[in-house]
T-cell receptor
Framework: DAKTTQPPSMDCAEGRAANLPCNHSTISGNEYVYWYRQIHSQGPQYIIHGLKNNETNEMASLIITEDRKSSTLILPHATLRDTAVYYCIVRVANTGNQFYFGTGTSLTVIP | GAVVSQHPSRVICKSGTSVKIECRSLDFQATTMFWYRQFPKQSLMLMATSNEGSKATYEQGVEKDKFLINHASLTLSTLTVTSAHPEDSSFYIC?????????FGQGTRLTVV
């Protein structure tokens, strides 16, 4: 079952950083935070995941608070192609466990 | 990232018929695959977990006799919607697990008329 809370929608100006928050106050010590996004009528796309340290890749940065009860996905320079629904998921990694999707945040990047 | 191919991308079928959807991991072997259903403006709902060589595990409320899952090889899982009805019309998405990541197919839009 989804164990995360996200705002239903957000806007971001093109070229600016998009900061998407996620609350996961009941996260367990061995659960990772994952982010996926879904562009309309396509399958979800993996963005990033982390346990407790901040993570960065070519797509985004993931900032996890010290108590691990919340995190923020940062798209440093949002483009129109970043318009999508962004899902934050918590899951124990490397166990074959399922990915349960919550309601996500619909991000609209505005020209 | 790894590639997961789903086929067909769209299908229209008559009420009462069965439809098979294929999910293939193209460049890796997947012991575990997941099947999801998504209705318009809603999130993905996990239907079942497919494990190669064993029976699928269905989520609560999902009818296993209606949604038949076969995972006969490490690169192929199939979902058969049996005796489809209009209320089964939905977007079906598969995912192949390469832990710690899951890679998703492009989805199948099923319309039952």
């Amino acid at each position: 079952d989804a164990k995360t809370t996200q705002p239903p929608s957000m806007d971001c100006a093109e070229g600016r950083a998009a900061n998407l928050p996620c609350n996961h106050s009941t996260i367990s010590g061995n659960e990772y935070v994952y982010w996926y996004r879904q562009i309309h009528s396509q399958g979800p796309q993996y963005i990033i995941h982390g346990l407790k340290n901040n993570e960065t890749n070519e797509m985004a940065s993931l900032i996890i608070t010290e108590d691990r009860k919340s995190s923020t996905l940062i798209l440093p320079h949002a483009t129109l192609r970043d318009t999508a629904v962004y899902y934050c998921i918590v899951r124990v990694a490397n166990t074959g466990n399922q990915f349960y999707f919550g309601t996500g945040t619909s991000l609209t990047v505005i020209p | 990232g790894a590639v997961v191919s789903q086929h067909p991308s769209r299908v229209i079928c008559k009420s009462g018929t069965s439809v098979k959807i294929e999910c293939r991991s193209l460049d890796f072997q997947a012991t575990t695959m997941f099947w999801y259903r998504q209705f318009p403006k809603q999130s993905l709902m996990l239907m079942a977990t497919s494990n190669e060589g064993s029976k699928a595990t269905y989520e609560q409320g999902v009818e296993k006799d209606k949604f038949l899952i076969n995972h006969a090889s490490l690169t192929l899982s199939t979902l058969t919607v049996t005796s489809a009805h209009p209320e089964d019309s939905s977007f079906y998405i598969c995912s192949a697990l390469q832990d710690p990541e899951a890679f998703f197919g492009q989805g199948t839009r099923l319309t039952v008329v």
